[in-house]
């Protein structure tokens, strides 16, 4: 067993996305003005908020398809995180730019991972 479980993880970035939202929507306004940076730390939050609910769908009904947990995990980390150190201070992690779309892939690779890979049959 991993030293961590990838339930944990999903709701600790759940839990991240509601607090980094927040945030977004009442004490970032007072540092940024730019509506569209704005509304780029939306979209991240967004994004995590909708992945960690995958990454607990994926721990609970294919907990054995870490190949999918994994590429959730690492693409909420490279989407959204990068998303907000660069709208926090762009000229400190330009450097960021190229590992927004890594983590974009990431994700895409979740869901197709999740898609072929093995998964507990649904009883009703």
Do not use: E
């Not at 709701?11 to 704005?38: E, M, N, W």
């Not at 995990?73 to 730019?97: N, T």
């Amino acid at each position: 067993m991993p030293p961590f479980s990838f339930w944990t993880l999903g709701c600790i970035y759940g839990a991240t996305s509601v607090a980094l939202g927040a945030f977004g929507a009442h004490g970032l306004k007072r540092r940024i003005t730019d509506p569209q940076k704005i509304a780029n730390w939306g979209t991240a939050a967004h994004y995590q908020m909708l992945h960690s609910g995958m990454l607990l769908l994926t721990a609970s009904v294919a907990p054995k398809n870490t190949i999918a947990a994994s590429l959730f995990a690492a693409g909420m980390l490279g989407f959204s995180g990068s998303i907000y150190l660069l709208v926090l201070d762009p000229q400190r992690f330009k450097w960021l730019g190229p590992v927004t779309p890594l983590g974009g892939l990431c994700l895409i690779g979740g869901w197709v991972a999740l898609a072929f890979g093995k998964r507990i049959p649904l009883r009703m």
